[in-house]
């Protein structure tokens, strides 16, 4: 499954973050929330997404 997040270090013209594909996402739950960790494919910074339980379970 290819996942998109938000990247602080690529950004547009108006200094906005870009959606970019994120690598290696490693999926965690802390209380009851779910999130996913990984890198920008473009610049190799890194990514921060908060998932769907439903998406957490794709991803696992």
């Known amino acids: 499954m ?3 997040a938000l990247c602080m270090r690529c ?3 108006k ?3 870009t959606m970019q594909i994120m690598n290696n996402p490693k999926v965690s739950e802390k ?3 779910f999130s ?3 890198q ?3 610049c ?4 921060f997404k908060f998932l769907s339980k439903d998406d ?4 696992k």
Do not use: F, I, V, Y
């Open 31 to 33: 209380n009851n929330r």
């Open 2 to 4: 290819e996942m998109k």
């Open 44 to 47: 190799g910074g890194n990514m």
């Open 56 to 59: 957490a379970k794709k991803l």
């Open 11 to 13: 950004r547009d013209a």
């Open 15 to 17: 200094r906005k973050p």
């Open 40 to 42: 920008c494919a473009k």
């Open 36 to 38: 996913a960790k990984g």
